[in-house]
């Protein structure tokens, strides 16, 4: 086994990360240094991690990094993702595939600052997650060692880790009789496992932190008007706010109205399919907000190119491939096509419904006078014209017709 001397480890106080210090402290023999990436969840306010940095250092941890990511995330990773709407097949918007590179972004950078000779996450064998941590860890830091515990250790399941825990006195916020597992920030709350793997069974309600059920929501909709600026959500009812604000907001406001959830079955990267229930109010608002602006700011090839590369940049990201040329290079494409996507989208929220209001754009592409279907005067559009366009756009097909009979 290779002497490590300091590792850092990517610490959220959950149930995994909570043994893996003392484990590698078990294992390795090595001083362990925990780094705690605050991305806005429901939670998360000064003393839950004030009490996350209490819980790794009783656990063993030298020390404790929590570091405040909230306008990093919002700002350079919700937003490009949000402007692209980038999903991943169609339904997941990618809130814990944005938040790793980020997280391992600020991995990085502690360790290089402690000077570690290794990393650690505690992502398992089967998931995505391994992916995207040890790809940031490889591009930003290559040649480190990367310590992935599930994948050495001799604990297999939930059950052998929550054993683990006790064993060592360790306190754990998940239970046998709970569990599922969640994963939180300002973009979404995901749960997977426990009840959640059998397809053939509902989500339970009370697992929900973030929405009403819509059976719940006001009777009375909610109305809200959202002000982008190339691309960029700017305000919210006529008020400026900054990004971490507006998102929070949202999700208070849509989560009140049962807007957000998701429960999908995904493939997921290293193979297999697997069930994901997601609380996702503001991205929810946010993606369909965005769309609707767009479609009268952009034109019509534009528009369906950029539908074409939302799912591509939605597989680069959920892949993990955030560092990548590809990633940056097509982002700055989105960047481009966003010049003039600004304006007001007014929306009314209902019981787990989005409905459009009104669109309104200085830069709108849409011409009532030209799109009506009264008289617009043949100088705008003439009908004439059409027959002449018909002819040309279907001739590929009717020169196919008559010489192949």
Not at 49 to 72: S, W
Not at 308 to 329: A, D, M, N
């Amino acid at each position: 086994m290779q002497t490590i001397k300091k590792v850092v480890l990517a610490y959220s106080g959950g149930l995994d990360t909570s043994i893996i210090i003392r484990w590698l402290i078990e294992t390795y023999h090595c001083e362990v240094i925990a780094a705690c990436v605050n991305l806005g969840s429901k939670e998360g306010g000064a003393a839950s991690f004030k009490d996350i940095e209490k819980k790794a250092l009783a656990t063993g941890a030298k020390k404790c990094f929590i570091v405040d990511g909230r306008k990093d995330f919002a700002e350079n990773f919700i937003f490009p993702a949000l402007k692209s709407r980038a999903t991943y097949e169609s339904k997941y918007l990618l809130a814990t595939s944005l938040a790793r590179p980020l997280i391992a972004k600020e991995i990085v950078r502690i360790a290089k600052e402690v000077k570690a000779d290794a990393l650690s996450h505690g992502a398992t064998g089967k998931g995505n997650d391994q992916v995207r941590f040890e790809i940031g860890f490889r591009t930003l830091m290559p040649g480190v060692k990367i310590i992935a515990p599930w994948r050495e250790w001799d604990i297999h399941s939930r059950e052998d880790a929550i054993r683990y825990a006790q064993k060592y006195n360790i306190p754990i916020p998940v239970t046998k009789d709970k569990p599922y597992s969640s994963d939180a920030n300002m973009w979404h709350i995901s749960y997977e496992g426990g009840i959640l793997e059998n397809l053939e069974k509902p989500y339970p309600e009370e697992m929900f932190q973030m929405t009403v059920s819509p059976e719940k929501a006001p009777v009375k909709a909610t109305k809200i008007e959202i002000e982008f600026k190339h691309g960029v959500p700017v305000s919210l009812n006529g008020k400026k706010m900054d990004a971490v604000s507006l998102i929070l907001e949202l999700n208070k406001i849509g989560g009140q109205n049962g807007v957000g959830r998701i429960d999908i079955v995904e493939n997921r990267l290293v193979g297999m399919k697997s069930r994901g229930v997601y609380e996702c109010p503001a991205a929810t608002i946010l993606y369909q907000a965005h769309r609707e602006l767009e479609t009268i700011t952009l034109d019509r090839e534009t528009f369906h190119f950029k539908d074409s590369l939302s799912l591509k940049i939605g597989e680069l990201i959920y892949y993990g491939l955030w560092f990548t040329t590809l990633r940056r290079s097509l982002s700055a494409f989105i960047d481009e096509t966003q010049k003039f996507v600004s304006g007001k989208i007014t929306m009314e929220l209902y019981k787990g419904n989005i409905k459009i209001v009104s669109r309104n754009s200085p830069h709108s592409l849409y011409w009532e006078k030209l799109s009506t279907f009264g008289y617009s005067g043949e100088e705008i559009y003439d009908h004439k014209d059409s027959e002449g366009f018909i002819k040309l756009f279907g001739l590929p097909h009717t020169v196919e017709s008559l010489l192949r009979k």
